[in-house]
C-alpha cells in the first residue's frame, strides 16, 4: 500500500477541513443551580465529571439558531457562499422538531441551493458520523462545499428533575466546511472510523414518546420520554472504547506527530484515564467540559474550533477526534492540519 492510499481509504478525491465555527447560548447554568433544587452540590459534580458550569438555551431560543450560527461561522472561515454549498449534513439528537431533518431547516434559514440535506441520528458520535459522511461525498469527487454540523439542544432532552443526567448536559453546536483538499490545503481528514453495538439500545436512550409508543399522557407523567441513562455502564463502555479509539488513530502513526486529542467531553475522569493507559502526555489533550458540560454532538466540533480559534494546530501534525454515545455508537477521525 502507498502512503497515498493509506490517507484515502473512502474515495479519490481527499476532503479537508476548509472553515471551522461554533456557537453557544449565553444563558449559563452553574452547578449551584442544581444545588438549589435537587440533592446534589457542585463538589460532586465536579469531582465525578469536571463540569463546573453549562450552557442552555433560553426560551425562546431553538437548537437551529446555533446550528446556522455555527456554519455561519464556518463559511465565513472558509470564504464559502451560500451558494457554493452543495450539501448539508447534520449530526444532532434534538433538531427543532420531530420530523423533519434540521437540516432542511438550516439549509432555508441559510439561504443555501435546494442541495440535500439530512440529518444523522449518532447522538453523541453525530459530528463525526456528519464529517464522515461528508468527507466521503467529497471523496466521491461530485461535491465540493458539504457543511457538515454537530450539536445538540440537551436542556431540552434531560429530566430536569433527575440528579443523575440533569447536571451533565449543555447545549451548543459546531460546523466545518468540507472540500477537496486540494482546493483547501488543510485539516486532511486523513481517515475514519464508524461504529455501533445495538445491543446497548437500552443503555441511553429516551425510552417512550416515539413511533414505537407514541406520546400519551402517562407517558408524561411517567417522563418516559426524557432520557434515561445508565450511567456507570456507559461510562464503562466510553472508558474502554475511548482506549480503542486512541489505539485505532494511533496506528502506524509517529507519536511525535500528534498536534492534539480532541476527544468527546462526556466526564473527565474518563479522558485523564485513558489518555494516561495510552501514554499520551496530558497536555496533548483538550478539555473543555467545565465550561459546557456535555454537549453531545456539539463536544467535539466546538473543541475543535476553539482549539484552531487559539491557534494550537501546527501544520503537518495531526489531530485525533473521537466520540462515543447513545446506540451505543462510536467514531474516530485523524486530520492531518
Ligand atoms: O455522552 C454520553 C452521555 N453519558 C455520560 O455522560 C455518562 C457517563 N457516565 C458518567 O459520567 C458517570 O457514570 C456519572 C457522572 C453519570 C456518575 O458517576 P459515577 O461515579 O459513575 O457514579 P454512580 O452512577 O456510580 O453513582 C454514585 C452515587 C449514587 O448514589 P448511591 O447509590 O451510591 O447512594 C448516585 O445516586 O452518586 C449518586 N448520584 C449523585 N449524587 C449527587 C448520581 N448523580 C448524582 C448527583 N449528585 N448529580
Redesign the pocket.
Known amino acids: 500500500m502507498t502512503d497515498d492510499e493509506k490517507a484515502v481509504p473512502y474515495g479519490p478525491v481527499p476532503a479537508g477541513i476548509a472553515g471551522i465555527g461554533h456557537h453557544v447560548p449565553d444563558r449559563v447554568i452553574d452547578n449551584e443551580y442544581?444545588e438549589k433544587y435537587?440533592?446534589?452540590?457542585d463538589e460532586?459534580?465536579q469531582q465525578?465529571?469536571g463540569i463546573v458550569q453549562r450552557r442552555w438555551l433560553a426560551e425562546d431560543e431553538k437548537p437551529s439558531d446555533m446550528f446556522v450560527a455555527a456554519a455561519e461561522m464556518a463559511m465565513e472561515d472558509a470564504g464559502v457562499r451560500p451558494e457554493d454549498v452543495d450539501l448539508v449534513v447534520v449530526g444532532t439528537a434534538s433538531g427543532d422538531y420531530l420530523a423533519p431533518a434540521v437540516a432542511c431547516v438550516v439549509q432555508a434559514r441559510l439561504g443555501l441551493p435546494k442541495c440535500g440535506a439530512f440529518d444523522i441520528m449518532a447522538?453523541?458520535s453525530g459530528f463525526l458520523y456528519a464529517l464522515a459522511t461528508g468527507a466521503s461525498f467529497i471523496g466521491t469527487g461530485r461535491y465540493r462545499n458539504v457543511l457538515a454540523i454537530g450539536g445538540d439542544a440537551m436542556s431540552r432532552l434531560i429530566d430536569q428533575e433527575d440528579?443523575?443526567t440533569?447536571?451533565?448536559f449543555g447545549d451548543g453546536a459546531g460546523a466545518v466546511v468540507l472540500q477537496p483538499h486540494e482546493v483547501c490545503r488543510r485539516g486532511l481528514v486523513e481517515d475514519y472510523v464508524l461504529g455501533a453495538d445495538g445491543e446497548g439500545v437500552p443503555l441511553?436512550l429516551r425510552p417512550k414518546g416515539g413511533a414505537a409508543e407514541p406520546m400519551t399522557e402517562e407517558i408524561l407523567r411517567n417522563r418516559e420520554h426524557f432520557i434515561h441513562?445508565e450511567?456507570?455502564k456507559?461510562?464503562r463502555f466510553?472508558a474502554a472504547r475511548m482506549i480503542w479509539l486512541l489505539d485505532w488513530a494511533m496506528r502506524d502513526q509517529d507519536p511525535e506527530e500528534l498536534g492534539w486529542m480532541i476527544p468527546?467531553q462526556?466526564?473527565r475522569r474518563?479522558l485523564e484515564q485513558a489518555t494516561a493507559h495510552l501514554g499520551i502526555p496530558p497536555n496533548k489533550v483538550l478539555h473543555n467540559i467545565q465550561k459546557y458540560g456535555?454537549t453531545?454532538a456539539g463536544s467535539v466540533p466546538i473543541l475543535l474550533s476553539e482549539g484552531y480559534r487559539k491557534g494550537l494546530f501546527e501544520k503537518d501534525k495531526f489531530l485525533v477526534l473521537g466520540a462515543?454515545?447513545?446506540g451505543l455508537t462510536w467514531a474516530g477521525a485523524r486530520i492531518r492540519w
Do not use: K, P
Not at 435537587?38 to 452540590?41: G, V
Open positions: 442544581f435537587l440533592d446534589t452540590s460532586w459534580i465525578r465529571t447522538a453523541c440528579r443523575s440533569a447536571v451533565l441511553l441513562m450511567g456507570r456507559v461510562y466510553a468527546h462526556m466526564n474518563i456535555n453531545s462515543f454515545g447513545a
